[in-house]
């Protein structure tokens, strides 16, 4: 029943933007965290930003003031808006659902049990 769906990922140029979606089925948004989470070839998987239930946002500190994590309720989806891209951006970007309402912060993949397939990013000149 729960599903979580990325797509919005694409090639693009240092200082571009891209809006990531997010879209849930299963359960409402309210109810649980939110996750995106980035991960490059042969790299640890690393949290990125998060929206808890109650509205309230988290981004870790390379993506601050360049990173935005939204919601809309009726359309059950989450985005994360990035402006200002860096090659250092360049994942494969997932949503995941986290088992609590709030952000537990440092976010960390081993709360998330449900997670998308996947969207990628590539920044490059």
């Known amino acids: 029943q729960v599903q979580l769906v990325e797509s919005g990922g694409g090639f693009l140029q240092p200082g571009g933007s891209l809006r990531l979606s997010c879209a849930a089925s299963?359960?409402?948004?309210?109810?649980?965290?939110i996750g995106w989470f980035r991960q490059a070839p042969g790299k640890e998987r690393e949290g990125v930003s998060c929206i808890s239930g109650y509205g309230n946002t988290y981004y870790t500190d390379s993506v601050k003031g360049r990173f935005t994590i939204s919601r809309d309720n009726a359309k059950n989806t989450v985005y994360l808006q990035m402006d200002s891209l860096k090659p250092e951006d360049t994942a494969v970007y997932y949503c995941?659902?986290?088992?609590?309402?709030?952000?537990?912060?440092?976010?960390?993949?081993?709360?998330?049990?449900?997670w998308g397939q996947g969207t990628q990013v590539t920044v490059s000149s």
């Open positions: 299963g359960f409402t948004l309210d109810d649980y965290a």
């Open positions: 995941a659902r986290d088992l609590v309402r709030w952000c537990r912060w440092p976010i960390m993949s081993r709360n998330y049990h449900h």
